[in-house]
């Protein structure tokens, strides 16, 4: 029968999650796991290019696995979550439960990637006052051309809007040293589409690049 | 030994009026597997940096993680 080890960066990552989705790890993990075959369960997904390391899908989150055959060893390694995305235009508000809800995300390693849609300063304008609620005393800072965020995947070496070329910058807050709001008043949902944006936005050029190294960045970090 | 088979994408590119590529557009099945790529080659990142992690099992762990939710509450 194999057995079922968990590293201690597991069970604190899994203490951390929010109730709902630890409630339904936590079945997974310490009861299904350790049934007399686990392997019947359906949930271990191989991830191809890695021998012996598997993943559990739990809605956004991932259960990465490592399976010892030579001591027959379940080694439940890490629970990550994957990305929340924010955009919109015109002005908002969030609830005060919404404000707990996204502090608690992003404090416990969720990632938060907002954009103005077309650019629009009313809703970037509505999102800076709900972080300043959400974070009292913390201010999103400029990240700088040099940080890894624009070079993980491709080399960016400037960052300017579509139409007006305009300079722009990518904003963040930072918790424990990593961040995890990413924010930019410009947006970053341009498609270049022929006639293109509806409402004449001029969002960032180069989004989908800057999407691919946000995504990657926040994935290796 | 790790190892990758390539991937092929159909990829269509968009320019602008002076034919200057400025975006691509891939099938959305496509997309899926890169993302699917990315999304291991990050997990797995993850769980290299916890090889030397101690590990627990059994009531241990279970004391170990009661302890962690008891104080994450209280924090």
Known sequence: ?221 | MVYFNMLEIHKRIVVDENQKPVAVQIPFDEFQRIEEVIENFGLAKLMVETEDDERLSGDAAKDYYETLKASDVAG
């Open chain 1, 1 to 221: 029968m194999w057995r079922v080890e968990y590293t201690k960066r597991f069970l604190k990552e899994l203490a951390s999650l929010p109730k709902d989705v630890q409630q339904r790890a936590e079945m997974i993990v310490f009861r299904e796991l350790n049934s007399t075959n686990p392997f019947g369960l359906g949930y271990f997904e191989k991830m191809t290019g890695y021998p012996e390391k598997c993943k559990i899908r739990l809605g956004d989150y991932r259960i990465g696995i490592t399976m010892d055959k030579k001591t027959q060893t379940i080694i439940c390694q890490r629970i990550a979550h994957r990305r929340a995305v924010m955009t919109g235009e015109g002005g908002f508000t969030l609830t005060p439960n919404e404000r707990l809800q996204l502090r608690y995300y992003v404090t416990h390693g969720g990632f938060l990637l907002a954009s103005a849609g077309c650019s629009d300063p009313n809703w970037a304008r509505s999102f800076r006052l709900e972080m300043d609620r959400i974070f009292p005393g913390q201010k999103m800072k400029v990240i700088p051309l040099s940080h890894a965020i624009y070079r993980t995947v491709y080399n960016i070496k400037f960052v300017a809007t579509t139409h007006d070329r305009r300079g722009a910058e990518l904003e963040g807050l930072t918790h424990n040293g990593k961040i995890v709001v990413l924010f930019s008043r410009d947006g970053l949902n341009e498609s270049h589409a022929k006639n293109c944006c509806c409402c004449g936005g001029d969002e960032l050029d180069q989004a989908e690049y800057i999407n691919v190294n946000v995504l990657a960045y926040t994935l290796l970090h």
